[in-house]
Structures are given as structure tokens and as C-alpha cells.
């Protein structure tokens, strides 16, 4: 079964690819800004990529750099291609989220180790024929990078759960009072609209995936709280933020150079094809 060739007309500049959310659309300094072409067109912005302890970093805002794009209508393949043209092989994937458990608190990062797609109509794959090819989802996160992104949460003092089952939901609306209690029922821990298809095209185009989900509110209210805006998204959100870039720094610091850590998807399409 031969690998996967990826074709790109641009040099390796990055080892890591950093997505944005709300309320983070800028991580790096001094920054060198590209503009990446694409089969499935234009990402959400340029990607700007730097240095972070010595290792490139490559980072685009998935909302676009003004926040203009709804999750519903981000062009998720094309920004997870733009991070592979880029060179890099392991993709970080923060986003603000809500809690379903009342333990789970704003304020609160989860290292998210399973999702349940509940959206529906968003280009979710890479391959639409005519080569087959099912790539599995059982693991959807890369272990080693969660292993890294708890010790450098624990490392910056942050309160971390160490997994959590994210439900990612259409958007651009919230969900309703019996939506959320059937996902709080399931024993769901965070809700979110665009870790999918983000997560499960990075695995395709065998890159390394990980989720950071920064609690911003309680979606529908627990106890009397109130239910989520996102006006309280974004100002919880920027209230953390300086926590969510420490904790991304040293999470940075702490990937191993080089192909010194192995990567858990890198020949996943060896095993995924049919014939």
C-alpha cells in the first residue's frame, strides 16, 4: 500500500500549527504572515507563523482574524491543509467551550479525549473518492500530545481535566434546555461548535491532533445560573486568555525537536484504504 503523498508548492516552515478561537485571534510576535493556496480555497486568514522556544510555530485564527466567520461556515479543509502545506505535524486545536457537568467550571481547561459530532452539511473529509479510504475515529486524539498538554497545565498552575467527551454542535445558535440535559445526561463534559470536522481532518492528512477546551459558561445554566451568551463566551474567554497562552507556551516547550516524539498518525492511511 504506497503512503499518502501530499503535494504543496511551499517550504517546511513550521513544526506546529496553532488554531484560534473566540476571543484568541493572535498568539505570536513578530510574526511573518503567509498566504497559503489551497484545493478547497481560501483558509479563514493568512497564517502567521514564528518561534516559540526554538520550534516554528504556524498559527490561523479559525474565525478569521475579526472573528467574520461562523462556525458553520468555516472552511475547516481548507485551513487544516493550509497547516500540513505549512509542514507541520502536530496541530493544536484550543477553543472556548461550555460545561454540561457542574464540576466542570468556567475557568476550567479539559484535555478533551473524545468528541460527538452532532453537526450536519460541513465538508467533513479529504477523500471523496475515487480512492476509498476510512480513517478511524475510535482515538481521535494523539495520547502523547495530551500526556504533554496536562503536565504543562498542572505546570502553570491551571485546574486541568485530564479527559473529557466534547459534543460538537452545528451552530451558529445554542442549544436548547432538553438538548443540553440529553448531552449532560450522556455523561458529556463540554460542548463546542467547531472541533468538528477540524479534529478528524487533521488525522486525515496524518497529523497529530490535540484539543484544549477552555470552559467559558454552563450552556444552558445549571443551579439558577443563567443560559450562555456569547457576549459571556468571549469576556470569560479573554479573561483566561493570558492562561490559555501560558499554558500553550509550555506545551510548546515541552514537544520534543525534531521526530524525537513519535507520531501516532503519521501512517494512518496505510491502514485506512480499500484495495
Known sequence: MPAFTFSSKLEARADIGVFGGSGFYQFLENAENVKVETPYGCPSSE????????????????????HSIPPHKINYRANVWAMKALGCKRVISPCAAGSL?????????VICDQYVDRTNNRADTFFDGPLVTHVSAADPYSEELRK????????????????GTIVVIQGPRFSTRSES?????QGWEVINMTQYPEVHLVKEL????????LITDYDTGVD????????????VFQQNNEKLRNLLFRLIELIPTGDSISQEFANILATSRHG
Do not use: Y
Open 224 to 235: 439558577g445560573i443563567a443560559p450562555v451568551s456569547h457576549h459571556e463566551v468571549i469576556e
Open 181 to 185: 440535559r440529553w448531552f449532560r445526561d
Open 47 to 66: 497564517v502567521m507563523i514564528g518561534t516559540i522556544h526554538g520550534k516554528r510555530v504556524a498559527f490561523l485564527p479559525r474565525h478569521g482574524k475579526d
Open 148 to 163: 504533554l498538554a496536562i503536565q504543562a497545565g498542572q505546570d502553570c498552575g491551571i485546574t486541568i481535566h485530564k479527559t
Open 101 to 109: 457537568q457542574k464540576e466542570v467550571k468556567p475557568g476550567d481547561f
Open 206 to 213: 496524518e497529523m497529530d491532533p490535540l484539543n484544549i477546551s
